[in-house]
């Protein structure tokens, strides 16, 4: 590997929220993109990071009654948990509290002042605190309580203050020259169009510093000021690059792999990405990136993400749920990257169980279950045998590589995705057409046999491969179940998407199902919990007033948690997983659906004291109303039921 990594970055995300579904998306592709490109053997570098100044965020550790810097430290930690969890692999992680950025972020300031772009002012007018955003009058509309709202619902506050000021309005012309004589530079093409015409109307000086907060980097040489958020948060893609002051030239030091590749962003922050960014580099002297790519917004089951919507869509439980690859594949595969989409539990678990279960898993499981019944196990390359690979999975594999990397390579994760699919299904339509299990019969076809098996094997190892950049954890079970080499995936690019490179023999080790389908009552429990944690979102406490991912001793307090003794337990006549359980709190017992039954038989649970959730607002489950909650521990596999050490009324509270 030689010359300038391809270098993709995401926004670097706001600190006053936790991480939700829209941040958990653009990193995810991110991840994507950098994955595709190291598959095909070439160097990637992956950034992203957090943006911890500016007015939102002082304001919202005030609110938290803490200091912004402890309060960055604790938010910007959730992000890189949840990048863990979601198998993340970036190169580098950048918060603009560290001292490389500010420093760089100082010297790009520098630069454009001495390009005499930078001139003394007043600023008189509108600002969107939760944009931290600048807007004229006309672009404001009236709300109730004589509020003012921006375009995007933030609610504007007035500011008058000294302020210095980027000249905007003399890169119109730069900026237009650019977008035309570089078409790809901003993608997809309907938001290029609108970009342009929002140019061609005339660019207005920029606010760049601001007074009347601190949190920020301060102007250097007039520390009254500090840099708008915005300038200092663009900054982020070149001092991550290694732009520092003092470095003379460009300010990047010789290996640093700037310019950018790819920005990817949301729709909402395209003009800071594809107008002021631009311009602020331009008049530094710094080379443009060569694509901003911003994507669609998702919706959550039909409606806008709001906190409560969120909280049912809430990464961490999705992954919980559904495990990583599900919801990796789900957010590229549903909708076209750069339109909005819908995100709903249903399309999520009919992806699941068609694509993932039918399609992948089953065709792994079923060719290896054949693999153990009949060749004990041992995939063997049958010698001698000419046609190998045969000619429509040749074909499939190499259609599919082909409409793949060409896709993949225009950021379309959803057409590579399906062009992955397009090998597995010729795979299964050849299991299909060659009914191994009535070769397996007659000893005499026994080569036969093994061939088929090898070239349907051959077929997964090069579709795992290719969606290995949007499901490592998938492709590295196939690999391991098939028998693969450990470091398989680390093959030159060619070699993994050829069916012939199967080795000849291979010990397979058939798995658990990779994708378990999600059946009738599995989706009526996730349904539950969906509206159950769309109810606590609606209750929680307002934005900005607690720590994300902490609860206040009054909302824990609102929770009835109760020693109960169980009275009555029976099974669900064709459910598998639920129990009808009768506890009493003291008086009348009350009726809970439990899903224990595949840990706990129900005599085991007669006279036990479990943990109640008391006042859970009841749902019905199987036909019956279930009216609380059993505590249990869970690892995941197992399931413990939650219980009081020694002896104690039922009824008892616990707190
Ligand atoms: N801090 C700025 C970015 C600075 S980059 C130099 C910021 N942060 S953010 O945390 O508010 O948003 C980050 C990204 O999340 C944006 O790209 C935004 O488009 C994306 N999303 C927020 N909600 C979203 C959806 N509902 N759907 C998809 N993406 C969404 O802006």
């Known amino acids: 590997m030689s010359g300038k990594p391809f270098y993709i970055t995401t926004p670097i995300y706001y600190v006053n929220d936790k991480p939700h579904l829209g941040h958990a998306y653009t990193t995810v592709a991110a991840d994507a993109k950098a994955r595709f490109h190291r598959l095909r053997g070439e160097a990637a570098h992956f950034l992203t990071g957090t943006d911890e100044h500016g007015q939102k965020l002082e304001r919202a550790a005030r609110a938290a009654g803490m200091e912004p810097l402890p309060f960055c430290d604790m938010n910007s930690a959730k992000f890189q948990e949840l990048w863990a969890k979601l198998n993340i692999r970036f190169d580098d992680y950048i918060r603009t509290t560290e001292e490389r950025h500010k420093r760089g972020v100082a010297e790009l300031w520098r630069r454009v002042h001495a390009a005499g772009d930078i001139y003394l002012s007043t600023y008189a007018g509108w600002y969107a605190v939760r944009d931290e955003a600048f807007y004229a009058e006309s672009e404001l509309t009236d709300a109730p309580g004589g509020k003012k709202l921006a375009p995007s619902g933030a609610e504007v506050e007035w500011v008058e203050e000294p302020s210095y000021f980027f000249r905007l309005g003399k890169y119109q012309g730069a900026l237009l020259e650019h977008y035309a004589r570089h078409p790809e530079f901003i993608q997809p093409e309907a938001r290029r169009n609108e970009v342009v015409r929002f140019v061609e109307g005339g660019l207005r000086d920029l606010s760049l510093s601001r007074t009347s907060f601190r949190w920020g980097i301060p102007v250097p040489g007039d520390e009254r000021h500090v840099i708008y958020v915005w300038f200092d948060a663009l900054g982020n893609y070149a001092t991550a690059a290694g732009f520092a002051p003092g470095r003379g030239g460009s300010g990047l030091p010789p290996e640093s792999p700037w310019p950018a590749d790819q920005h990817f962003i949301g729709k909402d922050i395209l003009r800071f990405h594809a107008v002021y960014w631009p311009a602020f580099l331009l008049s530094a002297g710094l080379p443009l990136p060569r694509q901003v790519f911003s994507h669609g917004w998702w919706t959550v089951e039909g409606q806008k993400m709001s906190k409560s919507l969120g909280n049912a869509v809430d990464p961490h439980w999705l992954i919980e749920e559904y495990g990583v690859d599900a919801i990796r594949y789900f957010l590229l595969r549903e909708i076209p990257f750069g339109l909005d989409g819908d995100f709903s539990h249903r399309a999520l678990i009919e992806r699941i169980n068609s694509d993932l279960a039918n399609d992948l898993g089953n065709l792994l499981h079923r060719t290896l279950n054949m693999v153990k019944r009949y060749r004990g196990g041992r995939l063997q390359r049958a010698s001698g045998e000419e046609e190998l690979p045969e000619d429509e999975l040749r074909a499939a594999a190499i259609a599919g590589k082909q409409t793949w990397e060409r896709e993949m390579e225009k950021t379309n994760f959803q057409e590579g995705l399906k062009a992955a699919w397009h090998v597995v299904s010729a795979a299964n339509k050849y299991i299909d057409a060659t009914a191994p299990w009535e070769l397996a019969k007659n000893r005499n076809l026994e080569r036969r046999l093994d061939a088929v098996l090898w070239n349907a094997a051959a077929s997964l190892r090069v579709a795992a491969a290719m969606i290995w950049p949007v499901m490592p954890q ?182």
């Open 474 to 655: 998938t492709a590295e079970r196939i690999g391991q179940q098939l028998g693969l080499a450990e470091n398989w995936l680390r093959a030159p690019f060619a070699e993994l998407v050829d069916l012939r490179a199967l080795p000849e023999a291979l010990e397979t080790r058939l798995g658990d199902p990779l994708f378990p389908r999600i059946e009738e009552e599995a989706r009526a429990e996730i349904e539950r919990k969906v509206a159950a944690r769309i109810a606590e979102g609606e209750e929680g406490p307002a934005p900005g007033a607690m720590p994300p991912g902490l609860v206040s001793i009054e909302e824990f307090r609102r929770l009835e948690l109760r020693a109960a003794r169980v009275v009555e337990a029976e099974r669900i006549p064709r459910s598998k997983n639920l129990l009808k359980i009768k506890v009493t709190l003291g008086g009348a017992p009350r009726t809970v659906v439990a899903g224990l039954a595949r840990h706990y038989a129900p005599e085991d649970l007669l006279g036990r004291t479990v943990i109640l959730v008391a006042n859970l607002q009841p749902t019905r489950l199987m036909g019956m109303e279930s009216q609380g909650m059993l505590l249990a521990a869970s690892d995941g596999e197992r399931l413990l039921l939650a219980g009081v050490e020694g002896e104690v009324a039922p009824g008892a509270r616990i707190q």
